[in-house]
Structure formats: structure tokens, C-alpha cells
């Protein structure tokens, strides 16, 4: 089914968290390794922008309704990221733009060529890069919803659940975005399919895993996707991404909870 | 990652933006951000009272620069600006914005017969040889965005705020010349949302400038060369050439011109020289 952009930039809203009792943490605080999972939430979203930077190296910025889903897609990323600031802040973890921005220097030259290698790759398969971009982003997205859906469970907070299934409801309309783009593009080109086939079984990495320590990583995958409850999750994600064309048997969240060491 | 002790007290993200209280709070930007405006629009008053064929031009060129931020984004985040969390907080609001201010612009083009900008017909790009710096892809922008570093960042938003001079006195001519009470409410709308966008540059710009010599050096070189307004380089030939007349080409439009060259002059590390320059390309 096609993706109504008009649809979408028209409803696109920032997540709300006014009615929700936040307060309550106050009283009932959230233990250090939901806050370690949220924070590592947090300066994803807070990044997702640059995420932006590698899908416009590519040709697809030329496309208004490729510029439009982006546009709004940004800033309700960016409101997950406040939504969860806001969680931490209570907590009295600041996430403060000045100490991002700290971060985010200390990346290093890796995140600095990654633009480069993204531009020329994109430049040397033309549009066909853009499947490969939009079947990675779908692989993101239903990453995002699964953790989120699933933190929200693990959680008997019933205000961050709330809070968490909020967020995940926005981030299932970017998934039907980005798997819409990438199972038409695909479909279209068996060139595509092959790219964006080695592109993930080669490079994907649970998101944040270039931005982050892999203490980190680990933590947050270990937290939501370990056990077999965990595991059940990361399977579904493999199952969906294995649904678009061409990219059968892929089991890439699988493998990479594997490499990261995280019990089944 | 740092978990720092704040005030148990402070309820919304105690982090904000504490260095100087004069500093563009870009949060309470975000929070208070200014999406569709199409209720608020006179829509109606067209069908009795339409643009001109030359108003109706300009509201389509201003339309597609204003949605052009997906491609400034890019060249922007190739760079080190990218690192700076509270410049991209900045530019995902900004880019929100700017979206509605387009979309403001399809609904008067709409409203008075016409296809939205980005739906219609567009000549070629020009051609210049001087310009194909200007024209560098992403790949080069970040190779030379490695070289640059952070001072970069002074150069991305002094041209922000050198390209919010220019619109303005686009908007300000196109207000004049089309004597419309529902397009200047409009455009009163439009400039009500970029007022928040001018004092954010302005303030990054005065800082940056005034802060580091490199960022300084890097933006006269910038400025000299630069194409404007900021995305014209990827619009059609023939809009840019009316664009340049229409807005700076008479008289009053060379003065107006001559006014920003002065405020490019005045910026800390600038000169007439670069103030000229400026000027001189706003009516190529």
C-alpha cells in the first residue's frame, strides 16, 4: 500500500506528554538500567538528523515527497528525544545539547568519513542506492518500535509505558514509509535487491552502534532483546526485513545480538 | 556518557540552555514551533482580487527556496555543524518551519489558479563557470568540511543570516509590488515565523565571528563566492534572472541591495570589500 505523505506532514505532531503524571518518578524512580536504556534512546533520536545527512548525499532529496516525510520524520525524532530528556531529567540525568555536541566530537574520524564513503557509494549506484537506503531505515524503524514496545513491557511504570507506546505508535508510520519506499524500489530492480542485500548482511549494526559506546550497545540490546522473550522480538524484526524483496533469510539482528555476545 | 546530578527540582530537562540568558533558547523555539498555516490564510480574497503574473512568479521562486532545506541540510551536516547538537535541535525546527512557509506559498499559488511549486514546470540551472564551486557536491563539501573543522560553523550561519536579508527584502518588494491585502497578510504571517530564524543566525553569526579568527577568515572566503539567495543555484536560469531584477534591479531594488552589502560589511571580520561583493551578485 502506497504512503500518503499529504496524509502524514498534515498529522505529523509532536509526542505529547503533558496529560501523563511524570511526576510520579519522583516517587517511584525507574532503576539505573531502564535510565541507561533510556538515555541511549535519547541521543539516538537526538541524532537521528544526521541519519538525514547520509539519505541526502544520495539522489533521493531531489524527490519533494522524500523532502516532506524528512522533514517531519526529523522533528518527531527529535520530540522522542525531548519526551525521554524529559523521563531523565526528572531523574536528574541532564541531556544537555552542549554535552551531545561533546559526544558527538569525540566520534572522530570515523563519523566524519562516513558522509564520503556514503556519497560515493551513492553516486556509483545512483537511485538504486536509495532502496538500499530505505530497506535500512525500514530495519531501523522496526528496531525502534520493537524496543520501544518492548521496554514499555519490561517497564511496570505504567506512565513510561504509556509514554513508550506513544512514541512507537509514531515511529510505526515512519516504518510504513520506509517499507513502502524500500519494497516498491526493490521491486523494481533486481540491482537494488543485490545492494541492499550485501549492505545489510555486511554493515547493519543495531542502531546507535556508531554513535555509542559498545558498553552501550550491549546494555541496551542485552536489556531489550536478550532472553528468549528478547529474542522472540529480534526474530520478528528479521522475519519483516526478510519480507522485503530480495532480502529472503536474512537474519541480520539475529546475527548481530551474536556478535555482540547477547544471551538468547 | 555522563549522568550528571541536577536539581531534583528543575522538572523540564534541567540541561536547556543555561550559558547566557541572552542566548536563542532553542528549545522554547521547538516547544512554540509554527506548522500549517492554511486556516489563517485569506485564501478566498484571491478569487475576487489575484496576483499578477509577476507576483505569482515570485511567490512560486520564494516557495521553492523556502522548501529547499533538505538540500542545504545535507550540505550543512556533511560537515563538522553536524557535531553541534544545538545548531541540528536548531535546524530540525527550522526545517519544520520553513515547510509550512512553503506550503503557505502553494496555498496563494493554488489559490489563484496555479499548479504548487514544486508540481510546475522549471527551465535549466545556469551554467557559469564561477558558480560550479558553488555547485560542489556532497563529497566534496565533506572532504573540504574535514579540512575546515568547526570553524565551518560560522560560515553556515552567517550565510543563514545573510540569506535572511535577502528574502526579507524579496518578501518586503514582492509585498510592495503586488498592493494585495491578502498576500501581505500572508507575507506578514511568513515574516512573523523567520523573525525567530533571523535572531538565531544573527546571534550563532555575531559569536562565531567574533569568537574565532578561522571561522571569520572562512567566512569571507565564503561570502565572496557564494550564490544567493541560498538555493538558487539549483533553480532554473530564467527565475534566478527575474528574481535578480525584480527584487534589486531598479533604483530602489540597488539600494536595497547597496543595505545589505553594508550589514555584510559591519559583521565582525568583514569589510566593504565582501560587502561589495555580496551586493554586486544580487543583481547579476
Known amino acids: 500500500?502506497?504512503?500518503?505523505?499529504?496524509?502524514?506532514?498534515?498529522?505529523?505532531?509532536?509526542?505529547?506528554?503533558?496529560?501523563?503524571?511524570?511526576?510520579?518518578?519522583?516517587?517511584?524512580?525507574?532503576?539505573?538500567?531502564?535510565?541507561?536504556?533510556?538515555?541511549?534512546?535519547?541521543d539516538v533520536e537526538y541524532h537521528t538528523v544526521c541519519y538525514t545527512r547520509d539519505l541526502l548525499t544520495t539522489p533521493s532529496h531531489k524527490e519533494a515527497d522524500m523532502s516532506a516525510f524528512m522533514t517531519m520524520w526529523n522533528r518527531e525524532e527529535f520530540w522522542h528525544g525531548e519526551a525521554?530528556?524529559?523521563?531523565?531529567?526528572?531523574?536528574?540525568?541532564?541531556?544537555?545539547?552542549?554535552?551531545?555536541?561533546?559526544?558527538?566530537?569525540?566520534?572522530?574520524?570515523?563519523?566524519?568519513?562516513?558522509?564520503?564513503?556514503?556519497?560515493?557509494?551513492?553516486?556509483?549506484?545512483?537511485?538504486?542506492?536509495?532502496?538500499?537506503?530505505?530497506?535500512?531505515?525500514?530495519?531501523?524503524?522496526?528496531?525502534?518500535?520493537?524496543?520501544?514496545?518492548?521496554?514499555?513491557?519490561?517497564?511496570?511504570?505504567p506512565v513510561l509505558a504509556e509514554l513508550l507506546k506513544r512514541i512507537a505508535r509514531q515511529e510505526a508510520r515512519h516504518v510504513a514509509f520506509y517499507t513502502s519506499q524500500a519494497r516498491d524500489r526493490l521491486a523494481k530492480s533486481r540491482k537494488a535487491q543485490v545492494l541492499a542485500r550485501f549492505a545489510l548482511k555486511n554493515f547493519w549494526a543495531p542502531?546507535?552502534?556508531?554513535?555509542?559506546?559498545?558498553?552501550?550497545?550491549?546494555?541496551?540490546?542485552?536489556?531489550?532483546?536478550?532472553?528468549?522473550?528478547g529474542r522472540k522480538g529480534a526474530r520478528k524484526i528479521d522475519a519483516a526485513i526478510a519480507g522485503l524483496p530480495g532480502m529472503e533469510g536474512l537474519t541480520i539482528v539475529e546475527d548481530s545480538l551474536n556478535k555482540l555476545g547477547v544471551a538468547a | 556518557?555522563?549522568?550528571?546530578?541536577?536539581?531534583?527540582?528543575?522538572?523540564?530537562?534541567?540541561?536547556?540552555?543555561?550559558?547566557?540568558?541572552?542566548?536563542?533558547?532553542?528549545?522554547?523555539?521547538?516547544?512554540?514551533?509554527?506548522?500549517?498555516?492554511?486556516?489563517?490564510?485569506?485564501?478566498?480574497?484571491?478569487?475576487?482580487?489575484?496576483?499578477?503574473?509577476?507576483?505569482?512568479?515570485?511567490?512560486?521562486?520564494?516557495?521553492?527556496?523556502?522548501?529547499?532545506?533538505?538540500e542545504q541540510l545535507r550540505n550543512l551536516l556533511v560537515t563538522a555543524t553536524h557535531k553541534d547538537a544545538r545548531i541540528t535541535a536548531f535546524l530540525v525546527t527550522w526545517a519544520f518551519e520553513k515547510f509550512w512557509i512553503a506550503d503557505a506559498l502553494d496555498a496563494v499559488l493554488e489559490a489563484n489558479g496555479q499548479r504548487k511549486s514544486h508540481e510546475a514546470a522549471e527551465g535549466s540551472t545556469r551554467r557559469s563557470r564561477i558558480e560550479s564551486v558553488e555547485r560542489r557536491g556532497p563529497i566534496r563539501r565533506a572532504i573540504t568540511g574535514l579540512i575546515q573543522g568547526v570553524p565551518i560553523i560560522g560560515?553556515?550561519?552567517?550565510?543563514?543570516?545573510?540569506?535572511?536579508?535577502?528574502?526579507?527584502?524579496?518578501?518586503d518588494r514582492l509585498e510592495t509590488a503586488s498592493a494585495n491585502p491578502a498576500l501581505s497578510s500572508a507575507i506578514s504571517t511568513i515574516l512573523g515565523v523567520k523573525a525567530r530564524h533571523v535572531a538565531f543566525f544573527d546571534h550563532e553569526a555575531r559569536e562565531r565571528l567574533a569568537d574565532d579568527p578561522r571561522a571569520a577568515s572562512l567566512t569571507r572566503r565564503s561570502l565572496e563566492r557564494q550564490v544567493w539567495p541560498i538555493g538558487a543555484i539549483d533553480r532554473a536560469d530564467d527565475d534566478r534572472s527575474f528574481f535578480e531584477s525584480f527584487v534589486f534591479g531598479s533604483d530602489e531594488g540597488r539600494a536595497r541591495a547597496a543595505d545589505i552589502g553594508r550589514r555584510v560589511a559591519e559583521l565582525t571580520g568583514m569589510d566593504s570589500r565582501i560587502g561589495d561583493a555580496v551586493a554586486r551578485k544580487l543583481h547579476a
Do not use: C
Request: proline content about 3%; glycine content about 8%; cysteine-free.
Open chain 1, 207 to 229: 542502531v546507535g552502534s556508531s554513535i555509542m559506546e559498545r558498553t552501550e550497545v550491549v546494555h541496551v540490546m542485552g536489556h531489550l532483546m536478550g532472553g528468549p522473550e
Open chain 1, 1 to 42: 500500500m502506497a504512503f500518503d505523505v499529504d496524509k502524514y506532514t498534515a498529522t505529523s505532531v509532536s509526542v505529547n506528554w503533558d496529560d501523563l503524571d511524570l511526576e510520579r518518578f519522583h516517587e517511584h524512580p525507574l532503576p539505573e538500567g531502564s535510565l541507561r536504556t533510556l538515555r541511549y534512546m535519547a
Open chain 2, 1 to 70: 556518557m555522563t549522568f550528571a546530578n541536577g536539581d531534583s527540582t528543575t522538572h523540564f530537562p534541567a540541561g536547556s540552555d543555561r550559558a547566557s540568558p541572552a542566548r536563542f533558547d532553542v528549545r522554547a523555539f521547538a516547544r512554540s514551533a509554527q506548522g500549517n498555516h492554511r486556516e489563517t490564510l485569506r485564501l478566498d480574497e484571491f478569487a475576487t482580487d489575484p496576483l499578477s503574473g509577476e507576483s505569482l512568479r515570485a511567490v512560486r521562486y520564494l516557495a521553492r527556496l523556502e522548501s529547499g532545506t533538505m
Open chain 1, 84 to 157: 525521554l530528556a524529559t523521563v531523565l531529567g526528572i531523574h536528574g540525568i541532564v541531556v544537555d545539547f552542549d554535552e551531545i555536541k561533546a559526544d558527538r566530537l569525540k566520534l572522530g574520524w570515523k563519523d566524519k568519513l562516513d558522509p564520503i564513503k556514503q556519497s560515493i557509494a551513492g553516486k556509483l549506484v545512483g537511485t538504486d542506492f536509495v532502496a538500499v537506503h530505505m530497506a535500512w531505515g525500514a530495519a531501523n524503524e522496526w528496531s525502534a518500535i520493537t524496543a520501544y514496545n518492548r521496554m514499555a513491557e519490561l517497564e511496570e511504570d
Open chain 2, 155 to 171: 560560515v553556515h550561519v552567517t550565510s543563514g543570516l545573510v540569506d535572511e536579508w535577502i528574502t526579507r527584502a524579496a518578501y
